[in-house]
């Protein structure tokens, strides 16, 4: 079936460049008339999606030094769905990956991640770092046998850490879409309440924003950002997504504004030469490599290049 | 940390099957130690890589952990879809160190990891005095000399290793519940280093032993239920929860440290301060009918049946002609606590506090100073005879 799907996509037998050509004749079209998507273009957009969506929130992340949680997040989704998966089969018969699912998944997820982590240092008087080892070790080892158990799949627990590009569909395309917008949406609502409380809260406290409810926004928005985008690149590289863009940004640019701009175009691009590549790769070398790895892996390799770029360009303004 | 370093280890161990593919050496036995080999590389370069970005890419440390361990992962990845389109069969071995998997495991396994294993043990027995002295007081175990230089990075060298150890039973990704968990239930039951190391290894071989046992049974209850679709539980899973079950039952249930016996204490001191509260009003009046100490003591109703029960029987009050009055017994314990709060006011007006608000600070100290600090006191303030509001403080030798 998948075969078929790509002996007529439009891509077919492209190397690195031609893909960036018949992506451009097929911009043009498309401006004319609007024709089916094909598959490499389902891809690329998801993943555009999801670099944006991650991307905005990523420095506020890394700046209000939340990314343990947010890792600890993103194993912990699964749970919160299987949660959600469950109760509505149980109650309303249907099965199905929607709107909903995102929403109570995220809202389990963060509910039960957040108060757990924060009981066990607040009442058992627990480390920080331990408790939330602890709680994510927990809950993704139940989230992983509820799974298990539940789906009667094996091979479903190891796409959800390793995500599954090629089964993408058009709901996924809708659900990144919505993602993106909400978090864009969020970051130009509350620019400078976001920006005071993540330089310093106390400041921000006295000028009247609510800490708190930032806070509990920014998670809520990370752990859905994480449910809409495990489907394509797994729980795990969301963080790539999510940390990665805004540490290579952070390097050039050093404003706030800059930053939010710059962090979800370099996710962008890495989509882009991602998912170019990954079509190169199998009609030259006949590989088929995953995208969404493809692309995380180049978030990665762009650090160093950006460094070295850096490091040159300042080498020379001292000479 | 735990947890970066064995997502890390992952390609390595992608990669070294990898290796292993292209030698075409199918046997189990050879592609686990390229396994081994690779996580073990690979792990030391993510702890090499983490420093680096945290020393000269100036990154906090927590964005430094994360990136590492995504960008390693999606490496992993990377490899293992390649693996998977183009050595169907190393893949499959290379899928059991995402959440572990007993059941494949042979005698040679067995010889490998328990040497490992031992090579850890042994250095934790000889190294013992200046691992303590180094985790506990950096600067102090270097410049005493009691810990070489190199042993902070060789204990990280033995982390790693123990990482490739777990790798192969719990998973690479849940693998750094292996070394939360124990250590957490272990805390909770002692205090000395030694002890909780001892505990920790007890615990985690527990949790290894019984997580096993669970996924076992279970594997064969549900291929009983669903013959067609061939399940197995991955024994990562089981075995982290069985640990962490360990360390929620330790947090909750262990006698010094733990919530429950806490709540037990707080209780009990609150109801010893109610009952010296009753102890006072009653010797204040010289005797208190029912009526007159519900008022005075305001406690719920079976809490201060239970109280003034309670106090009967130690022999401090009787009940007699519709009142309750002090034996001589109770009489002393009264008076000590009169002594104490009138003490502590004297001392307070002392500190030059004024003296209509020393009251509600003594009510509470009453309860906590102890006969030493009662001693010190007195000595110091000259024993006094007055409090601030002109009151006889009781001699110590009404209640000896």
Known sequence: ?319 | MGEALSHAAYPGVVVGVTFCAFLETVSFSGSLLFAIGGAFLFSLFGLWTIEWLEKSGKMPGDAALCFMLASFFAFGLLVFSYLQSAYPLFASHVQIYLYGQSATMTDFHTMIYGGLAAVIILFLVVAYRPLQAMHFDQNFSSSAGVAPPFLSSFSFVLLVLSIVIGIRGVGVILMSGMFIAPAIAARQWSDRLSVILWLAALFGLLSGFLGNVLSVDLSTHLSVLFPERRLSLPTGPMIILVGSSFAFFSLLFSPKRGVFARIVRILQFRLRSDEENILKAVWKRGGISFSECRKTIHLWLPTLFYLLWRMQRHGWLVWAYQRYSLTPDGTRKAARIVRLHRLWEVYLTDLGWPEDQVHRTAEEMEHILTPELENRLSKQLNFPRFDPHEQPIPERDDFR
């Not at chain 1, 799974?147 to 850490?161: A, K, P």
């Not at chain 1, 089964?167 to 917008?181: N, V």
């Not at chain 1, 079509?279 to 070295?308: C, E, K, N, W």
Request: aromatic share 12%.
């Open chain 1, 1 to 319: 079936m998948i075969f078929v799907s790509r002996a007529v996509s439009p891509y077919w037998d492209n190397n690195f460049w031609e893909f960036f050509a018949t992506l451009g004749k097929r911009l043009m079209h498309m401006a004319c008339d609007s024709g089916p998507l094909a598959f490499d273009e389902l891809q690329l957009m998801v993943l555009i999606c999801i670099a944006i969506a991650c991307g905005l929130l990523g420095p506020l992340l890394v700046l209000k030094r939340m990314v343990m949680l947010a890792n600890s997040l993103s194993h912990t989704i699964l749970l919160g769905l299987a949660i959600s998966f469950l109760v509505s089969s149980a109650l309303f018969r249907t099965a199905g990956f929607d709107m909903t699912h995102l929403f109570f998944g995220a809202l389990i997820a963060a509910l039960l991640t957040v108060l757990m982590t924060s009981a066990l240092t607040a009442v058992f008087h627990l480390q920080e770092d331990a408790s939330v080892g602890l709680v994510f070790s927990t809950l993704f080892a139940l989230g992983i046998i509820t799974v298990t158990l539940f789906t009667r799949d094996v091979h479903l627990s190891v796409e959800v850490v390793m995500g599954n590009v090629d089964a993408l569909k058009r709901e996924d395309l809708q659900l990144a879409g919505y993602l993106a917008l909400v978090n864009m949406l969020f970051v130009f609502i509350f620019y400078w309440p976001l920006q005071f409380s993540s330089f310093d809260r106390f400041l921000a406290a006295s000028m009247g924003v609510r800490c708190g409810f930032i806070h509990t926004a920014l998670l809520f928005l990370v752990a859905a950002s994480c449910v809409g985008a495990f489907r394509a690149v797994g729980v795990l590289l969301v963080l790539s997504f999510l940390v990665g863009p805004y540490l290579t940004a952070r390097l050039f640019f050093h404003r706030l504004w800059q930053l939010l701009i710059a962090t979800p175009l370099i996710g962008v691009g890495a989509a882009l030469l991602g998912v170019a590549l990954a079509r190169h790769l199998l009609t030259v070398f006949d590989m088929a490599l995953s995208t969404g790895a493809i692309v995380a892996t180049l978030i990665a390799v762009f650090y160093p290049i950006a460094y070295i770029i850096k490091i040159s360009f300042q080498k020379r303004v001292i000479e």
